[in-house]
């Protein structure tokens, strides 16, 4: 059962345009969403989070946003780079726990 | 400040051995996560230990197994290996205190022939 999804396993988007990533999770007791950058060979590296009581969070290029009625969370990009190019994973906290349930990731091509 | 470190970085096993990974987190912090990643799966949570003891515990079976040690060390253990068990595994620590970034080491990629 596989409570945090990204259905977009790859997406491809010119340099300078905008990249949205899309995240969708099914457990209403998730209270704390982040997203991470994973590069090959590398671990997973920490980008921007939000708490359940927000429904937005910027951080420079980076901007989140929470939608709780629809249990939609995404990632802006802008302006995406060609060093954007890498697996982005969505993670989603359980109220009351230090569980962290990732989704598939999606493949963020940026072209030069 | 050093980052997360995994040993070994790669490992190739049979069926039916038993291995032991560990994981040093950055200096500081408490608590020790680990992942088993696979094609497709996305990363799946295996268990974390806070202050050697097991506050988290994931959906898998009895033959994965892990321990905390009181420098915050942790070591992660298969027994019984299974072709199934070939992936990357991915330790992660944070401070511990409440909800946070993770910080992830490089990953062991463990092969079982």
């Known amino acids: 059962d596989q409570q945090v999804k990204q259905n977009s396993p790859s997406l491809s988007v010119q340099e300078g345009r905008i990249s949205i990533l899309n995240c969708d999770y099914t457990n209403s007791m998730f209270d704390y969403f982040l997203w991470y950058k994973k590069y090959p060979a590398e671990g997973p590296t920490f980008l921007i989070s939000i708490s359940s009581i927000k429904d937005k969070n910027e951080d420079g290029r980076f901007t989140v946003f929470l939608n709780k009625s629809a249990k939609h969370l995404s990632l802006h990009i802008v302006p995406s780079q060609p060093g954007d190019s890498a697996v982005y994973f969505c993670a989603a906290t359980p109220s009351g726990t230090y569980k962290y349930i990732f989704g598939t990731g999606t493949r963020l091509k940026v072209l030069a | 400040k050093a980052g997360v470190t995994q040993t070994p970085r790669y490992l190739i096993k049979t069926r039916g051995q038993q291995v032991t990974l560990s994981c040093s987190p950055i200096s500081g912090h408490r608590s020790v996560s680990w992942y088993q990643q696979t094609p497709g799966q996305g990363l799946q949570f295996l268990f974390e230990?806070?202050?050697?003891?097991?506050?988290n515990k994931g959906n898998f079976p009895g033959r994965f197994s892990g321990r905390q040690f009181s420098n915050s060390r942790s070591e992660m253990n298969v027994s019984t290996l299974e072709l199934g068990d070939s992936a990357l595994y991915l330790c992660?620590?944070?401070?511990?205190?409440?909800?946070?970034?993770?910080?992830f080491g490089p990953g062991t990629r463990l092969t079982v022939l």
């Open positions: 992660a620590s944070s401070l511990g205190g409440g909800l946070g970034e993770q910080f």
């Open positions: 230990y806070f202050s050697e003891t097991q506050r």
